[in-house]
């Protein structure tokens, strides 16, 4: 089945220790995007690659950063992590970026930083 | 800026009893609105949408009828289960950002046998 896939399903890192998370899919979909869950909230948008275009929001953090080698592959990584970067962290995908397109969330990767 | 707000919970309910989940939004375009269901412990699944006003969107018994007059996309189901159990989060797409989801805070159900 085409899906999201996101590696590892738990993290643990140290405080201050650089982490990669890691998502990739088989949809062969132009669009992949990272959000941030903390618990018991909505998910945030962090950015958005449309093909190799960056897109960031204007509110996260210069500690996040974002790789896309290739169509079916999206790194997040985390030079510095703080211990309020303890959250979900999900991928998604969508064909295109338009309002009406569904975006297909990976199972998330639960970060926890010590 | 657009922005989507849901019922808060928890709300419980008896097994077969008659859900409603209220969701209104704030949007300067036209937006496509979206339930998503986040069951513990997993990313977030699709349950249904709407993309223009008075369309319905329905899956697994749930329904929600995008209301452009009221600015609400209420989720309902006649009769829940308790594999119904989980977050359901509101969200909307506007066209004139991107695509960019924003979801209302999530509204958490848990159904008793």
């Known amino acids: 089945d085409a899906m999201v896939i996101q590696n590892p399903r738990y993290q643990v890192t140290q405080f201050g220790k650089p982490v990669t998370l890691s998502c990739s899919q088989t949809?062969?979909?132009?669009?992949m995007y990272w959000y941030q869950q903390k618990s018991s909230q909505a998910p945030k948008l962090l950015f958005h690659?449309?093909?190799?275009?960056?897109?960031n929001e204007a509110d996260t953090p210069d500690n996040f950063q974002s790789r896309r080698p290739n169509t079916s592959f999206c790194f997040l990584d985390i030079r510095s992590p703080g211990l309020g970067d303890a959250a979900m962290y999900l991928c998604?995908?969508?064909?295109?970026?338009?309002?009406?397109?569904?975006?297909?969330f990976g199972p998330g990767t639960r970060l926890l930083v010590l | 800026g657009d922005s989507v707000t849901q019922m808060e919970g928890p709300v419980t309910l008896s097994e077969e009893a008659f859900l409603t989940i209220n969701c209104t939004y704030t949007a300067t375009g036209y937006p496509s609105l979206f339930w998503y269901v986040q069951y513990p412990g997993e990313g977030l699944q699709l349950l249904l949408k709407?993309?223009?006003?008075?369309d319905k969107g329905s899956n697994k018994g749930f329904e929600a009828t995008y209301r452009k007059e009221t600015t609400s996309f209420h989720l309902e189901k006649g009769s829940v289960q308790v594999s119904d159990s989980a977050v359901y989060f509101c969200a909307l797409s506007d066209p004139n950002q991107g695509g960019k989801l924003i979801f209302g805070q999530g509204t958490e159900l848990s159904v008793k046998p």
């Open positions: 998604a995908t969508s064909r295109v970026a338009g309002g009406g397109e569904t975006q297909y």
């Open positions: 690659y449309y093909d190799k275009d960056f897109n």
């Open positions: 949809l062969n979909h132009n669009v």
């Open positions: 709407a993309t223009k006003a008075d």
